[in-house]
């Protein structure tokens, strides 16, 4: 007779419910990227202020997961995962409703919250429910969630937007969450007796280095990378020179003082938020490399993409999110071609890298000002199997040689890595396209230099507004030029992520050890 524990072993329910809990999280990270141009002409924000919108979310879900990894590995797993449900229904609801930057900033941070409690949660269930070739089936689910989701956000954000308005792209969570939440019922609770202890100087000197370090990277445009291009504010004491390298100061010290700290805190067998010898083991150190690799290039190419399609291809919302939709197919389509590979999980990630890589070097070059709405279908489809194949095996990889009684941490350290390259993805990529729109605009259109700022703040957007011909026509070559450029160093990045491939060990189908 099999057991209560063994059949909920052996069922798939769990499996989907938390399948569908983190589809949520993932598309919330994504799906308002096609709303940003209804949301910057609803709200009044500036390109920087819509690369917040993104990225914070992106931040506080970064900063915050590991310290409640540990809460859930603690204090259990099943009961961490719905409240950072509530958590982040509660803050959708906050986005619904706000009525000013400031407000919709302020709620996607609590999103972040409930979503680094949910993310992890996740993993950790799956990587304990799970053995033996169901868990290499749970892990390709899992990663064709986080890649095909993020791509599916744009199509659903597309037809809500187009529809209902952009603040149904956040009221649109509430039927899923609450479905999901009666579903956690359904999914068995865990524990780890060990976890538990609080390091605080470690969670501030973490959150602290990150904030920074992003505060930086999205800000420079406005501010100036050393000379003051801006106004920083009658508060700032240093005339002649920018905040922004002060940012990346107390970014290097803080996050250098976060180590020195957590090295100390294990020496002394105390509780530690970052568990370093993870990165000891080759598998967990470069596949997180990889991992990030892949999220910073995917994630900064769904910020650029639909920009481009609306403003200044004139293509609905609607239109835009479904062309985006094909990297989502491509991901799907991908998660059920990786069980059945004949290849290691090192060459199924090599394999998906390279062809993410080649792909968004075929975007770049396929990007005009006379792009049809389907042109870039088929390679956004091999884009998407890469990131299927890459994004399947990764936690498969990474957990390989990750002692069982550490498995928790590392679930979400490598949540951790893949939000930071999201945040890092978004700022840096923005931060080329605005740099390019700027001087594409001045090349272009020298003498219309208040016309190129707008372009240049707006990130585009401002390019559907133009109503002379001739100037509308220039704006538009000059988005192209400014997202070939985004793509194509997309695509470098990704090839540098083959490159972090090579330094993995071949796990093959060795399971956990401790198993």
Known sequence: MVSLTERTRQSWLPLFVLGVGMSMIIIDATIVNV??????????????????????????????????????????????????????????????????????????????????????????????????????????????????????????????????GWRWAFWVNLPIGLLVLLGTVKVPESKDPGAGGADVPGVLLSVLGTSALVFGLIEGQRYGWFTPTGDPGPAWPFDGLSPIPFAFGLATLSLAAFVLVERARARAGRPVVLDLSLFAIPSFRYGGAAAMIITLGEFGLILVLPLFLQAAIGFTAFTAGLIIASLAAGTFLAGGIVPKLPLTPRLIVRLGLTLEAAAAIAIGLAVSPSLGPWTLAPWLVTYGVGVGFASAQLPNVMLADVPAHQSGVASGLQSTIRQLGAAIGIAVLGSVLVTGLGAAMADRLPDEPALGQAVRESGGAAIAGIRNPAQHAAAVAAAADATRRVTVVTGIVLFAGVGATLLLPDTGGRRRKEE
């Open 35 to 164: 709303a940003v141009p209804a949301i910057m002409a609803d709200v009044g924000l500036a390109a920087t202020d819509v690369e917040w919108v993104n990225s914070i979310y992106s931040l506080s879900f970064a900063a915050l997961l590991i310290p409640l990894s540990r809460m859930g590995d603690a204090r259990g797993r099943r009961r961490t995962f719905a409240i950072g449900l509530i958590v982040f229904l509660a803050a959708s609801m906050l986005a619904a409703a706000a009525g000013s930057g400031a407000l919709l900033i302020g709620a996607r941070v609590l999103q972040g919250v409930g979503a680094s409690m949910v993310v992890p949660m996740t993993l950790a269930i799956i990587n304990a429910l799970y053995t033996g070739p169901r868990r290499t089936v749970a892990f390709a689910v899992w990663g064709s969630i986080i890649g095909g989701m993020a791509a599916l956000g744009p199509l659903l954000g597309g037809w809500v937007v187009t529809d209902f």
